[in-house]
């Protein structure tokens, strides 16, 4: 029985384990905040076990001894802290349904072809788009503020979604499979230094999103009419309809 019960225990460990760092290493903004914090906790405990005497700068820094606070204690609040957006993003991720399975979506020979010309379309003419494709990870938290479609993809309603000066034209399309799951959704712009600075609002928008979820985005420049795509926190500029084809072949493979 005692076996049981230790068995037990490790497995129950396990799927913690597991299931942290699930979301620790798909997120990097999240990979990031947690290592920091983990350095930090390191040299807490470093110093709070350091002989009297010595790191004297160090404790005087990490602890206060008059009121007996220790910084090690406050580190899973100040982790909390710094992820709390992106958890409850990787947290909508999941849904019940979805547990223990992987879902995958992908879309027919004609939608990605749809795809593929009315984005061609919109940058011969220079007409800024955004679209964004799912792979596993779902995109609802951000569809279901969005307006609602779940049309058939065609070139002819891309372009209209695209038009200027119409409603919708400044989101971001979501396609799940052969559908148009929604138009006008808006993501969370990316934080991240390295891009190019002069990046317009769909550019960081579709670096933001790719950076929270496995999606690809494809983006025309409404400046240059130039093509780009987007998945895990890279931006690729796409240089031929070829190209554009091989990254959609690859991608929903």
């Given amino acids: 029985m005692d076996a049981l019960w230790i068995i037990l225990d490790v497995y129950i460990v396990f799927v913690v384990v597991l299931f942290i760092l699930s979301i620790v290493l798909k997120n990097k903004k999240i990979f990031i905040y947690s290592l920091f914090c983990g350095v930090v906790l390191a040299i807490a405990i470093l110093v709070g076990y350091a002989p009297e005497g010595k790191l004297k700068m160090a404790k005087w820094l990490f602890t206060d001894q008059e009121h007996g606070i220790n910084l090690r204690f406050y580190i899973p609040f100040l982790f909390i802290v710094l992820i709390g957006k992106e958890l409850r993003l990787e947290l909508d991720n999941i849904r019940p349904q979805e547990i223990g399975t992987i879902r995958t979506i992908s879309s027919s020979q004609s939608s990605k072809g749809a795809i593929i010309d009315a984005v061609y379309y919109l940058a011969e003419r220079k007409i800024g788009a955004i679209i964004t494709i799912e792979k596993h990870n ?4 951000y569809a279901e503020k969005a307006i609602q479609m779940n049309s058939d993809i065609s070139k002819e309603l891309l372009i209209n979604i695209f038009e200027p000066n119409t ?9 799940r499979g052969d559908k148009i799951r929604c138009a006008g ?9 390295s891009g190019d600075k002069t990046m317009g609002s769909r550019h960081r928008a579709a670096l933001g999103i790719s950076e929270v979820s496995d999606a690809l985005t494809i983006v025309c420049s409404e400046e240059t009419g130039h093509i780009s795509i987007t998945t895990e926190g890279i ?3 796409v240089s031929d309809r070829e190209k554009l084809v091989e990254y959609i072949d690859m991608f929903l493979k």
């Avoid at 959704?185 to 230094?193: G, K, P, R």
């Fill in 138 to 141: 779902s995109l609802d938290q």
């Fill in 167 to 175: 409603p919708l034209h400044d989101g971001a399309v979501i396609i």
């Fill in 235 to 237: 931006m690729l500029r």
């Fill in 185 to 193: 959704a808006y993501y969370v712009l990316t934080q991240s230094e």
